[in-house]
């Protein structure tokens, strides 16, 4: 895609294992076969949006409506920044920064899946890491959230490790059960004091209109 009328093709964040960026149609092809192949143990069901209780055919399907709607629906009011995870030159999973009211209310949440053969090596972590830096260093994001099932140990780890703590609960349905999901919030001065991956950023400047940041209005 052509960054001049997309700005957010341009758009590269890089830690010392990744790059993360808008995923090409190919990369999109390499998202839909990693959901196809499986993001967890199907005995358990981390999203909220049970998108993966779907057949393989239905997962795959899902990944690509899923982008193409935050594409068709972005708005610098609202929006939702999903970037493919690549690893030594393969897609592993999606990292994903929404935000509504940005320019009032400077707060991000974040979610996130990788394919299942890539789990547990760290990757989530450092992924995690580099959309953080976006969102403080990179839009001046005062606030970021997460959340996660309180049975997902390794989303819980990795949001304690970059020093989110808790903010409440929400309650959900999943799969006909009332489960407790983990509200987390990472405010700007504990993101400063306890950073370690380093992330360089690219091609944002292009891009701060379309993410409702008004460049005079950073950090
Ligand atoms: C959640 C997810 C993105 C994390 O990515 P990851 O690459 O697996 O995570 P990392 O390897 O960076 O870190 C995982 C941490 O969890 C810890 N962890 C994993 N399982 C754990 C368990 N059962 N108990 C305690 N800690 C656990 C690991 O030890 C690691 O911490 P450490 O580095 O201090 O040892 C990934 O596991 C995933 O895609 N899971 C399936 C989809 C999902 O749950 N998405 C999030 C929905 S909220």
């Known amino acids: 895609m052509n960054p001049d009328w997309w700005p957010l093709a341009g758009l590269r964040l890089q830690t010392p294992e990744l790059e993360l960026r808008l995923a090409s149609p190919s990369d999109l092809d390499a998202l839909a076969s990693l959901a196809a192949d499986g993001v967890h143990d199907p005995a358990v069901q981390p999203f909220a949006f049970a998108w993966t ?92 959230t997460s959340g996660a099932f309180a049975d997902n140990h390794a989303s819980l780890a990795v949001s304690r490790k970059l020093g989110y703590t808790e903010d409440g609960i929400e309650r959900y349905v999943s799969r006909g059960k009332a489960v407790r999901s983990v509200r987390l919030r990472l405010d700007r001065q504990t993101w400063q004091r306890t950073r370690t991956v380093p992330v360089t950023i690219s091609g944002l400047e292009p891009c701060l209109p379309m993410l409702g940041v008004n460049p005079g209005h950073r950090g």
């Open 53 to 144: 209780d779907a057949p393989p055919s239905g997962r795959a399907l899902s990944t690509l409506q899923y982008q193409w709607t935050q594409w068709g629906a972005w708005k610098p009011e609202r929006w939702s920044l999903d970037l493919a995870v690549v690893r030594e030159g393969t897609v592993v999973g999606t990292q994903g920064m929404s935000a509504r009211d940005f320019a009032v209310l400077r707060e991000v949440s974040t979610g996130s899946w990788l394919g299942q053969a890539h789990q547990g090596k760290g990757i989530g972590t450092q992924m995690r890491a580099a959309v953080l830096h976006l969102a403080f260093e990179g839009l001046g994001a005062e606030y970021a």
